[in-house]
Nanobody, 120 residues
Framework: QVQLVESGGGLVQAGGSLRLSCAAS????????MGWYRQAPGKQRDLVAR???????NYLDSVKGRFTISRDNAKNTVYLQMNSLKPEDTAVYYC??????????????WGQGTQVTVSS
């Protein structure tokens, strides 16, 4: 079993900042990539940012220059620093990990989601 536990969501005014964290634990052999997705009501789930084990990153165009993804491989943890938040960033943010587990497979795992609300 693998668990992804997220923290750091909340309510913030436009222009403010939040930092999300996601820690993976359990039967993990290695983690290839970790990322953050978000889903607003009535919309599809979109990739916000992704980081590989070697540190290569990619971002949703609308968050470039405002959000920064990082990871601590020793702690199996990924972070998302979100600055200059806008009301359109309001969504449930989900952590994702592409990893090899002890059952021998390569799987995608998801966190439970954390709400980010940006007020205008």
């Amino acid at each position: 079993q693998v668990q992804l536990v997220e923290s750091g969501g909340g309510l913030v005014q436009a222009g403010g900042s939040l930092r999300l964290s996601c820690a993976a634990s359990g039967s993990i052999v290695s983690i290839n990539a970790m990322g953050w997705y978000r889903q607003a009501p009535g919309k599809q789930r979109d990739l916000v940012a992704r980081i590989t084990r070697r540190g290569s990153t990619n971002y949703l165009d609308s968050v470039k220059g405002r959000f920064t993804i990082s990871r601590d491989n020793a702690k199996n943890t990924v972070y998302l620093q979100m600055n200059s938040l806008k009301p359109e960033d309001t969504a449930v943010y989900y952590c994702n990990a592409d990893l090899y587990d002890r059952a021998g497979g390569n799987h995608d795992y998801w966190g439970q989601g954390t709400q980010v609300t940006v007020s205008s």
